[in-house]
T-cell receptor
Framework: KNEVEQSPQNLTAQEGEFITINCSYSVGISALHWLQQHPGGGIVSLFMLSSGKKKHGRLIATINIQEKHSSLHITASHPRDSAVYICAVDTGRRALTFGSGTRLQVQP | GAGVSQTPSNKVTEKGKYVELRCDPISGHTALYWYRQSLGQGPEFLIYFQGTGAADDSGLPNDRFFAVRPEGSVSTLKIQRTERGDSAVYLC??????????FGSGTRLTVV
């Protein structure tokens, strides 16, 4: 079993929809990261969380340490949000452990 | 520099050849990480440097892979006797204290 599981693997939404991507992990962590990767592009860090909730523009990330679960929400989704969203955890073992990503396609 | 720079952005090589991939981290970032990402998968850890030394190389798949960071800045990932299975995007990231990571755009390696 992977240490970091994301769901769904693929998601198609209509422009304007509210989107939720989930991440569950099975190890102790010091922080959890949400990352965005566009086709052919590098990875951009969206959030780093160790507790609670963070908001940046239309993006919201939450984490429940007791349940070992995090969610990334996108409000009023737009086609430019189409990308792969990756959850990664920092276990203190000196390197991030990544989920396999959620491929989001927002259709106009 | 302003970001993490990786060169080349694309590399096509023949099976059995030797390749070098370069990562230029953010100035002052002491930690440098190499990851490998296959199509449809999340990145997998290869090696981590703290300064000049490899603090953790447990992710290197075999002894054909080697990485150096001689002056604690630029790092080179070296792959000998390349195989088709080595084809992937190789990502580099740097960090100051592990409290935030900046990723490069990756090198797409294709072994034909």
């Amino acid at each position: 079993k992977n240490e970091v599981e994301q769901s769904p693997q693929n998601l198609t939404a209509q422009e304007g929809e509210f989107i939720t991507i989930n991440c569950s992990y099975s190890v102790g962590i010091s922080a959890l990261h949400w990352l965005q990767q566009h086709p052919g592009g590098g990875i951009v860090s969206l959030f780093m969380l160790s507790s609670g909730k963070k908001k940046h523009g239309r993006l919201i990330a939450t984490i429940n340490i007791q349940e070992k679960h995090s969610s990334l929400h996108i409000t009023a989704s737009h086609p430019r949000d189409s990308a792969v969203y990756i959850c990664a955890v920092d276990t203190g073992r000196r390197a991030l452990t990544f989920g396999s990503g959620t491929r989001l396609q927002v259709q106009p | 520099g302003a970001g993490v720079s990786q060169t080349p952005s694309n590399k096509v090589t023949e099976k059995g050849k030797y390749v070098e991939l370069r990562c230029d981290p953010i100035s002052g970032h002491t930690a440098l990480y190499w990851y490998r990402q296959s199509l449809g998968q999340g990145p997998e850890f290869l090696i981590y440097f703290q300064g000049t030394g490899a603090a953790d190389d447990s992710g290197l798949p075999n002894d054909r892979f080697f990485a150096v960071r001689p002056e604690g800045s630029v790092s080179t990932l070296k792959i000998q006797r390349t195989e088709r299975g080595d084809s992937a995007v190789y990502l580099c990231a740097s960090s100051l204290r592990g409290d935030g990571y900046t990723f490069g755009s990756g090198t797409r390696l294709t072994v034909v």
